[in-house]
């Protein structure tokens, strides 16, 4: 393998690396959403490809967020939702507000919507 191939691939194994390193945190919509709004499309929207997804947290919710968020700053955050990865973006601020916008990808909220819908126990 010529040193620009061998370069190249040992780029993107670090960078294969750097997302097994993200902090983590699952939410379920269940337990941690007291309310939730998917937005499906939008005149303005400058990403057709992508849904916006609102929720309120519970408190608890908050808490774990907010102490994630503070302890990883700088790195990468991987949130899932009902066990679905939704999104893998660096964390600049802690996060402690209740509530949250999360830009959904359609191809994601395909897999995401019917566990939404899921009625809640009672």
């Given at each position: 393998m010529k040193s620009a191939g061998k370069l190249i691939f040992a780029v993107l194994a670090m960078l294969g690396a750097l997302q097994c390193l993200a902090a983590e945190i699952a939410l379920s919509s269940e337990t941690d959403f007291t309310e939730m709004t998917l937005e499906l499309?939008?005149?303005?929207n400058l990403n057709p490809d992508s849904m916006e997804l609102s929720v309120t947290l519970s408190p608890d919710a908050q808490r774990r967020l907010a102490l994630v968020t503070r302890q990883e700053?700088?790195?990468?955050?991987?949130?899932?939702?009902n066990g679905i990865a939704v999104s893998n973006a660096m964390i600049h601020s802690v996060i402690e507000g209740p509530s949250l916008v999360i830009i959904v990808?359609?191809?994601?909220a395909r897999d995401l919507l019917p566990t939404l819908l899921e009625p809640s126990t009672p």
């Open positions: 499309r939008r005149a303005d700053m700088h790195n990468y955050l991987q949130l899932s939702i990808p359609r191809k994601i």
